[in-house]
């Protein structure tokens, strides 16, 4: 895989845009997410750019406990286990 200090003259990249869309699945024991990005008013597939991360899965759960404090909302409650599942679990 490249990286910058394989190219050192490129600087890094910064990731800019607005999202217009997003998908996940687990890779292992990781979370593989893709992000598609424009950074036009114009939408067309030659302008949507695809971005993907690998993450852990502490990293995803704390991007998602910062962008639900972000927007002012609360997590949902935890469900509360069946009784089948407390007995074998």
Known sequence: MATVEDRPDEASQ???GVVI???HRTFARNIHLTVQSTTRGNISS???????LLMTR????????YLMRLTGQTPAPPRR??????LFG
């Open 46 to 52: 030659a302008a949507v750019g695809t971005h993907h």
């Open 21 to 23: 869309g997003w998908r």
């Open 14 to 16: 910064e990731l800019a």
């Open 58 to 65: 502490n990293q995803a759960m704390l991007l998602a406990n």
């Open 81 to 86: 286990r069946s009784w089948i599942a407390r």
